[in-house]
């Protein structure tokens, strides 16, 4: 077994086999099948096709399918909507890793081991390498089983996962593999014939796990979705009254439904960590370099990262557990995940998460860890999106004494800089755009020729998706420590976390993506709330979160910011007899294509997922205002589908303008820098692609030609987004129910004097149509969204914070959800429901946070009868699932699963 690792068995009993599962094959690796040292292809995961709606680094037509991907990319598990139906348990097979010998990974019995597909391997096509979880090659699989299980692998129909039973020998090892495919029974019914037929398992055996899994459906409590009338689960359904114009408050209140965003889980009120264990933490020194007093918590939380970036192993003898790994002798050390042992000190994260509420000063916090460590000590790199790069600069000068300010660089839309040139500044603050940037064009030098004191990622869930570019950019930097702030770790399922431990260098297993989806994700989602399994998932998710990653809220006690009352409020919409026609066309047209999905699907075949998703997005949408679903990218453009350049004349720029607006209401990225171009004064070309004006710009001086099709382009080529919508002139244009429900509130909020109203939509041509309603009604407001530069930006806010007569901020929910303070409000309207609470939520502590000094109110604008309702269903599990990974104490609600066409199912029907 080598001389480097001892055998351990961590538990003295062969494990669960729902609960000890290995990863799923995944992808072409190293090493070839008999002797070291083998050819390279990249990785995929071979048990899920690559996924259409995660985030890409270019931009693809059909435009309408990639606007409504990435419009959908924050679905409750829709991120990983390709994957179709959830993976159940078939059997297990018993066999022997072989070829060993030739190999130095050393595993004990017990263990996860982690297979791939090796198509590339020039000894056997069919090669299956089996590694331990460090990577490293243990063996292989024998060549007439590889025979059997490579088609089924290569063709997606099933995931392979084992775990070792025994000792490695000289020659081979023993391992079980567990057999995983589709739930659906028709298909799974064919495949089990198949593996049956091959001899991979027996009858008797996929038999009984069927009745499991038929079993574990039940227990879940799944069906198949509610009705187009159903309201919120357990709450019940309160129906807006017709108000006069002049409706005071208290009538909007009494006809409204308060709304507690917390839900409670009695399983995570059993591992709740309290507040005692927060408020006794041990707190640093002020920093000499800080002219601005910290809070006793924010001491406390510099504390803890000086603590963090020098972490050490557990002591001999102790029973403490540091980053899942634990010491059993002086030379034995095991990780409580994977159940990988070593006789090696394995290598510790330096660093971690700072998720504190939104408001709470992590950059102060972040500050303060930079002047405490001594800017001597090698320079910071600090990643930020565009909208608040400015705002740490000016934090720096802000908090740090005149005479100990650090040199600090803003390195964004500027000449490229060699890495030694970098290292004469002591914080380095860029953008996710460079990052993505400069690792695209392969440059090792500049950002990725530095290796940094540390790293800190801002609004960090920016890298939530594992198999997105800039994830992938981020993971590649050198540092010796690195942080993640983000107030909102997880936003729409467990993967998200996987992403971000990726970032931090975990060690012992969790760091591969299939080992992460069999221990953590797929246990948490798919079994009960009583399943070992899941227990165990949610204990080992809950024991890292504690440890890499320090929450306060703003309602703990010991925090004290002495906020004033939050109240929030759901305001029931009712359509009228012509919305009512519109929306259930659409819907009908919704359950077509889905029922269509499913049918393929149960066949074997795929169906257009994005279909679906498109239909969701109109739904959503014309709940706001008919008129915003009708038209599409795909329809606009086909205009042009015969011209490779669109003529910019007077009739194509208001086309190629409300294609434009449409992509960046769907959220695409710049194809060079891969910002999102809401963010990044967006443009379209004439040869009808996408890009941050500032980088396409730069292009054209460079090479003079689309980076997409290679047409030629000058600056006379670019469209620009239209600066203000002439759309809605007539006053029936600009009202829908929404509309006259929102102006309803805004006549009686503002009744009060000095109170100021933010209103949020994801959608910046909603703000066109509610902006041109607040025109007729004769209200001053302003307006933040992706078109403007920074200096209009700028403008919108100090209108509201200084100009009395400007008390309405019209919002872009996904521009403004970060880095503005917005306290000058009191008032947040939500005119629509974005999939992910977390985006919602950061868009609220806009205006209640530090600062504030007015009670503040919050509306959720909400359609009775449609799909906005079941969006609050799923907002709960989200709520849920990131209380489990805390282990929060929360108020109502009850454990529900989450699947992915099981969500979409219940929004339809």
């Not at 803890?304 to 003898?317: D, F, I, S, T």
């Not at 690792?439 to 939530?464: C, F, M, N, P, Q």
Request: proline content about 4%; some cysteine.
């Amino acid at each position: 077994m080598g001389s480097q690792k001892r055998a351990l068995d961590p538990a003295g009993t062969a494990p669960d086999a729902r609960s000890n599962k290995l990863a799923r094959v995944s992808g072409l690796s190293s090493s070839q099948d008999r002797t070291p040292g083998g050819s390279q292809a990249s990785h995929r995961n071979l048990a899920t096709p690559p996924s259409s709606h995660s985030q890409s680094s270019s931009f693809r037509f059909p435009a309408s399918t990639q606007a409504i991907d990435d419009e959908e990319a924050e679905l409750i598990d829709l991120t990983q909507a390709e994957e179709g139906p959830p993976l159940e348990l078939y059997g297990t097979h018993d066999a022997k890793i072989v070829g060993v010998r030739y190999y130095n990974g050393v595993v004990t019995p017990h263990e996860l081991v982690v297979c791939k597909r090796e198509p590339q391997n020039q000894y056997d096509g069919n090669a299956i390498r089996v590694d331990n979880v460090m990577g490293q090659q243990i063996g292989h699989v024998p060549r007439n089983l590889a025979a059997k299980l490579a088609p089924y692998l290569d063709g997606n129909e099933i995931a392979l996962e084992g775990v070792l039973t025994g000792e490695k020998g000289f020659y081979d090892c023993p391992i079980r593999f567990y057999f995983y495919g589709t739930s659906l029974p028709e298909a799974r019914l064919t495949l089990e014939g198949k593996l049956k037929s091959d001899k991979l398992l027996k009858a008797t055996e996929m038999k009984n796990t069927r009745k499991e899994a038929e079993a574990r459906r039940k227990a879940t409590g799944m069906r198949s979705g509610m009705t187009s009338g159903s309201g919120l689960s357990g709450t019940a359904a309160v129906t807006a009254q017709k108000q006069e114009q002049e409706a005071s408050l208290r009538n909007l209140v009494a006809t409204s439904e308060t709304y507690d965003a917390v839900r409670e889980d009695s399983f995570t009120d059993t591992l709740a960590t309290g507040e005692d264990v927060l408020k006794a933490m041990p707190t640093a020194e002020q920093p000499d370099a800080l002219k601005s007093q910290m809070l006793p918590y924010q001491l406390q939380g510099l504390a803890w990262m000086l603590a963090k970036e020098n972490v050490k192993l557990p002591p001999v003898g102790s029973k403490d557990i540091v980053q899942l790994w634990q010491r059993r002798t002086s030379t034995a050390y095991i990780n409580l995940a994977t159940s990988f042992a070593t006789s090696s000190p394995p290598k510790l994260i330096s660093g971690g998460i700072l998720a504190d509420d939104m408001g709470l000063g992590k950059t102060l916090q972040i500050i303060s860890l930079i002047v405490s460590d001594g800017v001597e000590n090698g320079p910071t790199l600090i990643v930020a999106p565009v909208s608040v790069l400015s705002n740490w600069e000016q934090q720096i000068k802000s908090h740090v004494k005149n005479d100990q300010q650090p040199r600090v660089l803003v390195y964004h839309s500027c000449k490229p800089m060699s890495g030694d040139e970098l290292r004469e500044y002591q914080v380095v603050i860029t953008t996710y755009g460079m990052i993505g940037s400069e690792s695209k064009a392969g440059h090792t030098g500049r950002l990725y020729g530095v290796e940094w004191r540390r790293i800190v990622l801002d609004e960090g869930h920016t890298i939530r998706n594992p198999k997105a570019q800039l994830a992938l950019a981020t993971h590649k930097l050198k540092a010796r420590s690195r942080w993640i702030l983000t107030g909102t770790p997880i936003i729409n399922n467990v993967k998200d976390f996987f992403s971000l431990l990726r970032f931090l260098k975990l060690t012992g297993g969790l760091e591969d993506e299939g080992l992460f989806s069999a221990v953590i994700a797929r246990p948490i989602k798919q079994n009960y709330n009583q399943h070992p399994s899941r227990v165990k998932a949610v204990n080992l998710l809950g024991h890292l979160m504690k440890d890499i990653c320090l929450r306060r809220r703003k309602d703990m006690k010991f925090v004290n910011l002495n906020l004033p009352p939050k109240t929030e409020y759901i305001h029931r919409v009712t359509f009228d007899k012509s919305e009512k026609t519109k929306y259930d066309a659409l819907l009908a047209e919704a359950q077509g294509e889905l029922e269509q999905y499913q049918e393929k699907s149960k066949h074997g075949q795929k169906g257009r997922y994005t279909n679906i998703l498109e239909r969701l997005l109109r739904l959503r949408q014309v709940c706001n205002h008919w008129v915003l679903a009708q038209e599409r990218v795909e329809d606009l453009l086909r205009l042009f589908e015969d011209q490779k350049i669109v003529p910019l004349t007077d009739e194509n720029i208001p086309i190629l303008q409300r294609a434009l607006q449409l992509m960046i209401e769907s959220q695409e990225e710049c194809a060079i820098c891969f910002e999102d171009i809401a963010l990044h004064q967006p443009v379209i070309t004439a040869c009808k692609h996408v890009f941050g004006k500032p980088c396409i710009m730069k292009t054209i001086e460079m090479q003079g030609k689309c980076p997409m099709c290679r047409n030629q382009l000058s600056p006379e080529s670019l469209v620009d987004a239209a600066t203000e919508s002439n759309s809605f002139e007539a006053d029936d244009e600009c009202r829908s129910s929404k509309t006259d429900a929102l102006v309803k509130i805004l006549n009686a909020t503002l009744k009060n004097d000095g109170s100021k109203v933010v209103i949020f939509s994801q959608w910046t041509s909603f703000l066109n149509i509610i902006q041109a309603r607040l025109k007729k009604a004769g209200m001053t407001y302003t307006r933040i969204d992706g078109s403007m530069v920074k200096k209009n930006r700028d403008a919108a806010i100090t209108a509201l914070n200084e100009d009395p007569d400007t008390r309405i901020l019209l919002a872009s929910l996904q521009v403004c959800s970060v880095g503005l303070n917005l306290v000058a409000a009191d008032t947040v309207v939500l005119a629509d429901s974005w999939w992910a609470p977390a985006i919602e939520d950061q868009a609220v502590d806009r205006v209640h946070r530090l600062g504030q000094t007015r009670p503040t109110t919050i509306w959720r604008l909400i359609v009775e009868g449609t799909i906005e309702e079941r969006v609050l269903d799923i907002q709960a599990e989200k709520r849920k699932l990131v209380s489990e990974a805390f282990q929060e104490k929360a108020k109502g609600g009850r454990a529900k699963d989450t699947r992915s066409l099981a969500d979409i199912t219940r929004l339809l029907r």
